[in-house]
């Protein structure tokens, strides 16, 4: 072999090495079904999207129902609806298939039992027969003595026949994780480093209740691991979880997954992100007419920037400049004025039918003009449009048979509503001479500007009253335009008062 192919060889080898080794990444995604995605959730799941992509990993959808109180009829296709829309696309889970399935934790039971059989023979896990009155009287108790609710361990040493006898009279029990008593526990996140817990701090918290259904701190260790999952990615709140987490992982013997611990998005006012429905539901965002271009433009720069500090990306530039590298650790700041900026931006970049396609469903009743039309009226608001659902009120006035307003809108500055009615007159005087097949914004600037500037009058006191004659508004398109899209035969109705 003569060394040039040698190192043809090497190299090709070493190319197929890495693929190899880049494809093992495995993320997943695991929503609970409460009948909305929540706007952290969306950070949540394109951080593992463009993570996962930049790994040239797979993405799993896994569905977390065991929380039975929460659960919402039809919320996971409406999860899957959501995440379409956004364009979150997954390599595996439930919808799609794949080999490590069911991917929902209710199909999963006897997978968890067959696990928690196994952690407790390994001791890492006891059954606690502590009845909810026994224990609301302890956290009571705790509570007068100010110290931190915790379980105070009393079914933890039972012995074995005890146990046993309990359970055959038919006493209910729940099944908690048995964590060390003292000592340290180190945990290693990808962003934080490392992170100490003391273990007196911890509780031995409930992995299965007494219905026999795990938590989810149960569910979420034994399906990321049966599904070979690599990256977890999770929001900050779950850190506490961490260290009891990594332990379960220990008990069983099992490798832990890598975490990655998004940072909190907090409010404007630096305070937690509400968690009502209506204000933080990516389906509200949706409805009230945000493009899911800005959505997630706006959600990766809530815990990355890019290098050089780009405010506009969309998912293409995203997912090819990504990296982890560019992840924070401080609070991200919910800033609704930026992502409503950012809203404009891209509705800006649709192209004019597009924006007309978009807008239909906020136009109601006023749909069923010409396509030509709302063509016309779309493009006037296109400039100024933040989210779609203002379209309906900012252009109704462009669909009224009559407007309604009060005469002292004509008013301007020192011209009294009698002065702007009778500039009004002069106004509807140049335009009519205007042939209809010359009825353009630029035909009617000029018939009315050169008739001003020639008699030096004051432009404002002419335009403004034009503008509310047309619009009925202090605040519209300039009133040129709007009279092209009226048509001359409306604008004249409407300019004479
Ligand atoms: N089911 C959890 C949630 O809805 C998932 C948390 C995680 O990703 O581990 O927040």
New binding site residues.
């Given amino acids: 072999m003569n060394t040039y192919y040698r190192f043809f060889v090497a190299t090709l080898l070493r190319m197929t090495k890495k693929r190899s080794f880049m494809s093992k990444v495995r993320t ?5 079904p ?1 009948g909305f995605l ?1 706007i952290g ?1 969306l950070r ?1 799941v394109l951080f593992d999207f463009l993570f996962t992509k930049s790994q040239g990993g797979k993405l799993i959808l896994r569905i ?1 129902d065991t ?1 039975q109180k929460r659960e919402v009829e039809g919320a996971a296709e409406k999860l899957i609806d959501i995440l379409s829309w956004v364009g979150i696309k997954f390599d595996e889970g439930l919808d799609i298939g794949g080999k490590y399935g069911p991917y929902i934790q209710s199909q999963r039971l006897d997978i968890y039992k067959k696990h928690i059989e196994e952690l407790l023979k390994l001791n890492g896990a006891y059954q606690c027969f502590c009845t909810p009155e026994r224990l609301t009287k302890m956290r009571e108790d705790q509570q007068k003595k100010k110290l931190p609710p915790k379980y105070d361990r009393a079914c933890r040493d039972l012995s074995e026949d005890e146990v046993n006898k309990k359970i055959k009279a038919g006493e209910k029990f729940v099944i908690r994780q048995k964590l060390p008593l003292e000592g340290e526990i180190k945990v290693y996140d990808k962003l934080k480093g490392e992170i100490k817990f003391k273990a007196k701090d911890l509780d031995d918290h409930v992995l299965i209740k007494s219905s026999g259904i795990p938590t ?1 701190q149960f569910a ?1 260790v034994v399906d ?1 691991h049966e599904m070979e999952i690599t990256h ?4 900050d ?2 850190i506490a979880s961490f260290p009891k987490n990594i332990l379960l992982y220990e008990a069983f013997g099992w490798k832990p997954p890598k975490f990655i611990h998004l940072p909190l998005v907090l409010d404007k006012n630096g305070g937690k992100l509400s968690k009502r429905q209506g204000d933080v539901a990516v389906e509200y965002f949706r409805e009230k007419g945000y493009l899911p271009e800005a959505l997630i433009n706006f959600c990766a720069l809530l815990g990355w920037h890019p290098k050089n500090d780009d405010e506009i990306l969309n998912m293409d530039r995203l997912t090819k400049e990504f990296n982890i590298k560019g992840m924070g650790i401080s609070p991200a700041i919910f800033d609704t004025e930026k992502l409503d900026y950012l809203n404009g931006y891209y509705i800006r970049q649709k192209s004019l039918d597009e924006l007309v396609e978009l807008c239909k469903p906020y136009l109601k009743k006023n749909i069923k003009k010409s396509k030509e039309y709302l063509r016309k009226v779309i493009a006037l608001e296109q400039e100024r449009l933040k989210k779609l659902s203002e379209i309906g009120e900012l252009t109704e006035f462009f669909f009224v048979d009559k407007l309604e307003y009060p005469d002292e809108m004509l008013a301007w500055k020192k011209l009294t509503v009698s002065a702007a009615k009778k500039n009004l007159k002069t106004v509807y005087e140049l335009l009519e001479k205007i042939p209809e097949k010359n009825w353009t914004n630029d035909s009617i600037e000029d018939a009315l500007m050169s008739y001003l500037k020639a008699k030096e009058l004051k432009v404002g006191e002419y335009l403004w009253p034009m503008r509310v004659a047309l619009t009925g508004r202090k605040a519209s398109p300039g009133p040129f335009d709007v009279a092209e899209v009226l048509g001359k035969e409306e604008s004249l109705k409407r300019i004479k008062i």
């Fill in positions: 997943r995604f695991g929503p609970s409460t929540h959730g949540t977390e929380d989810y979420n990321d977890v990615l999770r929001g709140e779950w």
